[in-house]
């Protein structure tokens, strides 16, 4: 766990510890040795299929094979802190907790209207299917009706119905619940899964669901310092043996009892998300186990691995530490002009408030052209066209893709990509 930094964030527990010399950091390796989990993001049998049977966590860690781009790519490779090469990618369903229909084509496109149980059995079809990982999004407002399943609660029953896939939360929003709660919470959910939580945190960026609920909205960078603060926190009671008092700058404790504790030693792998200024890369290189950039094409993805890279330079750290992971949305069916007829179904669908419509996939629409020839930003096409498109996001180092399927609530694309693409995907490493 890093030293918290500054008077202001001094983490005070009963507990007698040897201090690290000033500055000393452990590396994500020796974090991540001794976790315990089961199956989901590090649990292939032999065969690189799905293992039912527990097996320790390790925080897998991404290595980016780019060249010529500067900075750490162009250095002798570093071993991989989580031993990931020559193991497969893994690949998650991000649930549809929230509809929005229409030519947008945002997210959910297809779905008319939030029904919360098909949105469960949706995750607990993906575990049956091969998936590895389950992601929920944590928004208080959105959709097309502002209709959403709130995301910490719809995780959790996620979790009893499921045993083996890991389960992720979508930038979990500080703003939300108080960062000792979360870290209560968060211990308790990794407990009752058998140590199957990824905890993907943020400082929350959508201000009129915030404001909506009488919360909590200072500026961007109070936003990030309050997250950063809280993490602290959430670590120090996550490891703390003895009744924790914490004095931060923004959140304290006074002799806190975090018990049960997280079941992955050191503790549940700590991701954040995208690359939006020097300010926010900082605290990734210095809090994060993983990364993840939301729906991106090629060259845009470039750009954001070079500043996170840019920004692991100057911290110190190799970004070969961080296991890389794109969320994606994903249209596929067996011909094109099936894909076709599905985004012409979507497009004809009444729109919602949120997003604008894709221009581009209407014009291709309309001039009858395949939209894996036109959009850069999903997996779109056959199983082929899928298969090319994913090889250009692993050679960028991307280990790990999480999957928003556009034609839901059809289950279709769900079994297809299971079917033709991740064997393909995981045969070849």
């Known amino acids: 766990m890093p030293e918290p930094s500054g008077p202001q964030a001094q983490p005070l527990t009963r507990a007698a510890a040897r201090p690290r010399p000033k500055g000393a950091r452990r590396t994500v390796a020796q974090r991540s040795q001794d976790t315990g989990a089961v199956g989901g993001n590090g649990a292939e049998g032999s065969d690189g299929g799905p293992s039912t049977q ?21 250095k002798p490779s ?45 995750a607990v079809a993906a575990e049956r299917l091969g998936y590895d990982s389950i992601w929920v999004a944590d928004h208080l ?37 108080a960062p000792a709660m979360a870290a209560k919470m968060a211990a308790s959910l990794d407990a009752l899964s ?108 470039r750009d954001k691995l070079s500043a996170l890279r840019a920004a692991g330079q100057r911290a110190g750290r190799a970004i070969t530490d961080l296991e890389l992971s794109l969320e994606i ?27 604008t419509p894709r221009q581009d996939v209407l014009q291709a629409l309309e001039a009858d052209r395949p939209l894996s020839e036109v ?7 056959t199983p082929d066209d899928v298969i090319r498109q994913l090889r250009v996001y692993t050679e960028l180092g991307i280990s790990h893709f999480m999957l928003w399927f556009v034609d839901f609530p ?3 694309g769900l079994r297809l990509f299971s079917e033709s693409v991740i064997p393909t995907l995981r045969s070849a490493v």
């Open 141 to 177: 407002m959105h959709g097309y009706d502002d209709a959403i399943l709130e995301g910490w609660t719809t995780l959790t029953v996620i979790a009893g119905r499921t045993s083996r896939v890991r389960l992720g939360t979508i930038h979990l929003a500080q703003p939300f619940r």
């Open 410 to 412: 059809s289950l279709d």
């Open 78 to 122: 570093e071993p991989s802190a989580g031993g990931l090469a020559g193991r497969p990618p893994r690949f998650g369903l991000c649930v549809p907790v929230f509809a929005n229909p229409g030519p947008a084509f945002f997210r959910t496109p297809a779905w008319t209207k939030l029904e919360p149980q098909r949105a469960i059995d949706a």
């Open 329 to 355: 949305q994903v249209l596929i069916a067996p011909t094109q002009n099936e894909v076709s007829a599905i985004a012409r179904h979507i497009a004809a669908l009444p729109p919602s408030k949120r997003g």
């Open 194 to 301: 058998a140590g199957r939580l990824i905890f993907f945190y943020d400082c929350g960026w959508q201000e009129p669901e915030v404001r909506a609920y009488g919360l909590d909205w200072p500026a961007e960078d109070e936003r990030i310092a309050r997250m950063e603060d809280g993490l602290e926190l959430i670590q120090a009671l996550w490891s703390a043996e003895t009744p924790a008092t914490f004095r931060g700058r923004f959140f304290s404790t006074n002799e806190a009892i975090c018990r049960p504790g997280p079941v992955q030693k050191p503790r549940p792998p700590i991701w954040l998300g995208e690359a939006r200024h020097a300010r926010w890369l900082a605290a990734i290189v210095k809090y994060a186990d993983g990364w993840n950039s939301v729906p991106a094409s090629p060259s845009r993805l």
């Open 375 to 381: 959009v850069d930003d999903w997996l779109v096409g």
């Open 54 to 74: 527990p097996r320790p966590w390790r925080g897998e860690a991404a290595e980016l094979r780019e060249a010529g781009e500067g900075g750490l790519a162009d």
